[in-house]
């Protein structure tokens, strides 16, 4: 089993940055393939950002050239960075880990409990 603790949400303005963190403890070799999902209120879960065992990184459209996903292996954590938020970002960030490349789908074995962001205009 392992346990994720994400970390690094908040509220800021359009336009601003914000770094999430996501730590991973336990049977870390579950984490081989990890991502990063939101939801915001009435709305379904999305993929925001993928990292596969391999390194290859999937973005939702939305995002791309705005996050970034990186992890420190030796730290065990992934971040996401998030610049030039938009209101339409509000939502609640988690992440995920697995043993498989979901790429975006909410298909992973484990989940964070979330961190929240707020982006007013």
């Known amino acids: 089993q392992v346990h994720l603790v994400d970390s690094g949400g908040g509220s800021v303005q359009a336009g601003g940055s914000l770094r999430l963190s996501c730590v991973a403890s336990?049977?870390?070799?579950?984490?081989?393939?990890m991502g990063w999902f939101r939801q915001a209120p009435g709305k379904e879960r999305e993929g925001v950002a993928s990292?596969?065992?391999?390194?290859?990184?999937t973005y939702l459209d939305s995002v791309e050239g705005r996050f970034t996903v990186s992890r420190d292996n030796a730290q065990n954590t992934l971040y996401l960075q998030m610049d030039d938020l938009k209101p339409a970002d509000t939502a609640r960030y988690s992440c995920?880990?697995?043993?498989?490349?979901?790429?975006?789908?909410?298909?992973?074995?484990?989940w964070g409990q979330g961190t929240p962001v707020t982006v007013s205009a």
């Open positions: 995920a880990a697995g043993f498989i490349d979901y790429g975006l789908r909410p298909l992973y074995q484990a």
């Open positions: 336990g049977y870390t070799a579950l984490t081989a393939c």
């Open positions: 990292m596969s065992d391999l390194g290859m990184i």
